[in-house]
């Protein structure tokens, strides 16, 4: 797996160079939505996976060469295609990364906020990016279909306690999944905590790329715009993201190489991946390659076409 990938177009973040510091779908949840398939090994105790200094040396490398490109990204981000507080050594590559010059952000689903140890990886980042997805252990077992030793209202505790000592700047994500978070009783109930959260920006999510399971779909844009004027009641600022982020991805000049490292983690619109190809200077025989060696797959979702890692032989590559 690359450990690096980007830079990549961000709705939140900009122009975003991604850190994978947790290998292939290790996670404490297994949400319904995710775009890189279901959890395989769904675990809740941290261990070290890679190299600090190995990792270092990675972002390091890519820095430099964006920086004399004059094309630095807006954050350097721990988003692995598991969860990055999973890794016992998050707050040692936070402080080392912080070295290169450029802000740091850590995207995390929560689930372990309530460890102290956690949080205090956490403060040295210039933002963080929280999931609160539901309010009430049955919806969020439905959603994040979570590790069994998680208890949902540890969590929320945890999420608080971490709002109440972070100084960066904290987002809150939240996604809307027709027929099940989208009642109003539970729109307000999940309005009412982000708001005790006091996120700088509170972000209202739907599915845009296709999700682990089938049967998730988006809510009507009547209900995206009921949740969007509940959650105003309570945050200052809240945006909804249900567009697509820009065809701009960036790699190093291998293509394949590229194509798999980003993929791993942000599945790629078929605009995308030509868009790709055409800076990095590569054939699309390239991506038909990656295809049939079943490295690379395929997905209509929503009347386009996606490129993702084949998950399936994760284990094999």
Same mark, same amino acid.
């Given at each position: 797996?690359?450990?690096?990938?980007?830079?990549?177009?961000?709705?939140? =973040?900009?122009?975003?160079?991604?850190? /994978?510091?947790?290998?292939?779908?290790?996670?404490?949840?297994?949400?319904?939505?995710?775009?890189?398939?279901?959890?395989?090994?769904?675990?809740?105790?941290?261990?070290?996976?890679?190299?600090?200094?190995?990792?270092?040396?990675?972002? +390091?490398?890519?820095?430099?060469?964006?920086?004399?490109?004059?094309?630095?990204?807006?954050?350097?981000?721990?988003?692995?295609?598991?969860?990055?507080?999973?890794? #016992?050594?998050?707050?040692?590559? #936070?402080?080392?990364?912080?070295?290169?010059?450029?802000?740091?952000?850590?995207?995390?689903?929560?689930? =372990?906020?309530?460890?102290?140890?956690?949080?205090?990886?956490?403060?040295?980042?210039?933002?963080?990016?929280?999931?609160?997805? +539901?309010?009430?252990?049955?919806?969020?077992?439905?959603? /994040?279909?979570?590790?069994?030793?998680?208890?949902?209202?540890?969590?929320?505790?945890?999420?608080?306690?971490?709002?109440?000592?972070?100084?960066?700047?904290?987002?809150?994500?939240?996604?809307?999944?027709?027929?099940?978070?989208?009642?109003?009783?539970?729109?307000?109930?999940?309005?009412?905590?982000?708001?005790?959260?006091?996120?700088?920006?509170?972000? =209202?999510? #739907?599915?845009?790329?296709?999700?682990?399971?089938?049967?998730?779909?988006?809510?009507?844009?009547?209900?995206?715009?009921? +949740?969007?004027?509940?959650?105003?009641?309570?945050?200052?600022?809240?945006?909804?993201?249900?567009?697509?982020?820009?065809?701009?991805?960036?790699?190093?000049?291998?293509?394949?190489?590229?194509?798999?490292?980003?993929?791993?983690?942000?599945?790629?619109?078929?605009?995308?991946?030509? /868009?790709?190809?055409?800076?990095? /200077?590569?054939?699309?025989?390239?991506?038909?390659?990656?295809?049939?060696?079943?490295?690379?797959?395929?997905?209509?979702?929503?009347?386009?076409?996606?490129?993702?890692?084949?998950?399936?032989?994760?284990? +094999?590559?």
């Amino acid at each position: 797996m690359e450990t690096v990938f980007g830079p990549v177009p961000s709705r939140r =973040l900009g122009r975003s160079l991604g850190v /994978n510091n947790i290998p292939p779908k290790h996670c404490t949840y297994s949400c319904v939505y995710c775009q890189v398939g279901r959890t395989t090994q769904l675990m809740h105790n941290r261990q070290a996976y890679y190299g600090v200094a190995d990792l270092y040396d990675t972002v +390091a490398s890519k820095i430099e060469r964006l920086r004399k490109i004059q094309q630095l990204p807006d954050y350097i981000t721990i988003i692995p295609d598991g969860e990055p507080t999973l890794d #016992i050594h998050l707050g040692e590559l #936070i402080e080392k990364i912080r070295a290169l010059g450029v802000n740091i952000a850590v995207v995390t689903n929560s689930s =372990l906020l309530w460890r102290g140890e956690v949080q205090e990886d956490l403060l040295d980042a210039d933002l963080v990016s929280v999931k609160v997805d +539901a309010m009430g252990e049955p919806i969020w077992r439905k959603i /994040n279909r979570p590790h069994r030793q998680l208890d949902f209202d540890v969590i929320m505790d945890g999420v608080l306690s971490f709002s109440n000592g972070y100084k960066g700047t904290l987002l809150t994500e939240t996604m809307l999944i027709a027929e099940v978070n989208v009642e109003p009783a539970h729109l307000q109930l999940l309005a009412e905590f982000v708001g005790q959260v006091h996120p700088e920006i509170a972000y =209202l999510s #739907i599915p845009t790329r296709p999700p682990a399971e089938d049967w998730v779909h988006p809510p009507t844009p009547e209900v995206i715009n009921d +949740a969007y004027q509940e959650f105003t009641k309570w945050i200052d600022r809240v945006e909804i993201l249900s567009g697509m982020e820009s065809d701009t991805f960036q790699g190093d000049g291998d293509l394949k190489r590229a194509l798999l490292a980003i993929t791993a983690v942000h599945p790629m619109r078929e605009s995308a991946v030509r /868009n790709l190809v055409k800076t990095e /200077n590569g054939q699309w025989d390239d991506v038909e390659e990656l295809l049939a060696e079943k490295k690379l797959q395929k997905i209509s979702y929503r009347g386009s076409n996606f490129y993702l890692r084949d998950f399936t032989r994760r284990k +094999a590559n």
